[in-house]
């Protein structure tokens, strides 16, 4: 590992499978004009081959013995460190057309998930390693028992697809489980259908607050039986049966 030992409390393990690290660029296809910002490049196994090919990269990292090693083997104007943590990154201060990628720490990926869709209207696309079941539930359809409110948020404000699985011995040290790779592009503005995006996040979290429960009591805040079946929701439905556009239905509905 080159002298760095792996920190547990930044959820450290470090890509070193070079078909896997070729996949990874493939798919994102970086061209010399882009601009990307890297999440966690930790010992630089994306951070290399893609300044390659571009002409300048921006990297968040917040392990201070990764950052001067970062900065002893690449010049300040063809890499851009910023340090700290991405959980707190301004992402806007960057510009606009942003393509973003990562091994995304397993241990904050949904909060950074959340996190990034706040700029999604400056971003192009977005690659990440995650670990395979929070793909999983990402992509998951609604009717399966991977649909959640991480599943209505995301895919609300992007479309995602599952690229490809990562095995645990690409990287050292192994994690406990499964990786995939998975690609989010923003949905054009027009097609975002939320008055109030706050309001949808609430009726959102509302909904999946008790899984089991009817959506009649979980929903009960906003909105009476009645009223659930005039807007085309069963009452007795349960939160992962309603697609993502009856979960923005129910938030406009239930908006001032």
Do not use: C, W
Not at 61 to 72: G, K, N, Q, S
Not at 115 to 124: C, D, F, I, P
Not at 153 to 162: C, V
């Amino acid at each position: 590992m080159k002298g760095h030992a792996p920190r547990k409390r930044f959820g450290q393990n470090f890509l070193v499978s070079q078909g896997v690290i070729r996949n990874i660029l493939d798919a994102i296809a970086p061209k010399p004009g882009d601009l990307v910002v890297e999440i966690g490049p930790g010992l630089g196994a994306l951070t290399e081959p893609l300044l390659e090919r571009l002409q300048y990269l921006h990297v968040i990292e917040i392990d201070r013995d990764l950052i001067a090693r970062l900065r002893a083997a690449h010049a300040p104007e063809r890499l851009v460190i910023h340090e700290g943590d991405a959980l707190a990154f301004d992402f806007a201060g960057l510009g606009r057309d942003l393509r973003v990628v990562g091994n995304l720490p397993y241990n904050i990926s949904t909060p950074l998930l959340f996190h990034l869709a706040a700029y999604a209207e400056r971003v192009r696309d977005m690659h990440f390693m995650l670990q395979k079941e929070v793909v999983d539930r990402m992509v998951a359809a609604p009717g399966t028992g991977d649909y959640g409110r991480l599943s209505v948020m995301l895919q609300y404000r992007f479309d995602m697809e599952r690229l490809f699985a990562v095995p645990p011995g690409a990287f050292d040290p192994p994690p406990q489980v499964d990786s995939a790779i998975v690609r989010l592009v923003p949905r054009p503005a027009a097609e975002l259908q939320a008055r109030d995006e706050a309001v949808f996040a609430r009726v959102v979290q509302a909904a999946f607050s008790q899984r089991r429960k009817m959506l009649r009591n979980t929903l009960r805040p906003y909105f009476d039986e009645e009223r659930l079946a005039g807007l085309g929701v069963p009452p007795t439905a349960r939160a992962e049966e309603l697609p993502v556009a009856a979960y923005v239905a129910l938030a406009n509905a239930a908006a001032p």
